[in-house]
């Protein structure tokens, strides 16, 4: 199993999600990975709230570590992802934590919840991922 830090080495390479968007892996453990972001203007929609694009490349990411930590033996891609939003923030730090569900020899299944601080629930998500061998 990886260390925290190769994990977040591993990830700080997206270059949207880590570098532009500015999301930290903030914990993995096999099936399991917590990421969060600290909101600023950049991230803002025109009524001044976080945009629900931000919202699904926080979720993407958490589901991303979750199925992604021997990423030198088994890649996790993106097949599928479902995101319901339902409620807002205009500011503070937001997290996303995702448990995978279901893990098949090719498929597997995360669901992942966006909340904030307070732990207020933001959006949920489903993702489904395909593995690929290296």
């Given amino acids: 199993m990886k260390t925290i830090e190769e994990i977040r080495e591993f ?9 532009l968007t500015g999301i930290y892996v903030e914990e993995a453990e096999p099936g399991y990975g917590k990421v969060s972001l600290k909101i600023e ?33 088994v890649l996790s891609v993106g097949l599928t992802g479902q995101i319901s939003f339902i409620s807002s923030v205009t500011e503070g730090t937001i997290y996303a934590e995702a448990r995978i569900v279901k893990d098949g020899r090719k498929i597997l299944f995360c669901d992942v919840q966006v909340t904030n601080e307070e732990g207020k629930l933001l959006a949920t998500s489903s993702m489904t991922s395909y593995k690929l061998t290296s």
Avoid at 11 to 18: N, P, S, T
Avoid at 60 to 73: I, K
């Fill in 11 to 19: 990830f700080a390479q997206d270059r949207y999600a880590c570098g």
């Fill in 41 to 73: 203007d950049k991230h803002l929609n025109g009524s001044g709230h976080v945009m629900g694009g931000v919202y699904f490349t926080l979720a993407d990411l958490a589901a991303a570590v979750a199925a992604n930590q021997n990423f030198d033996e």
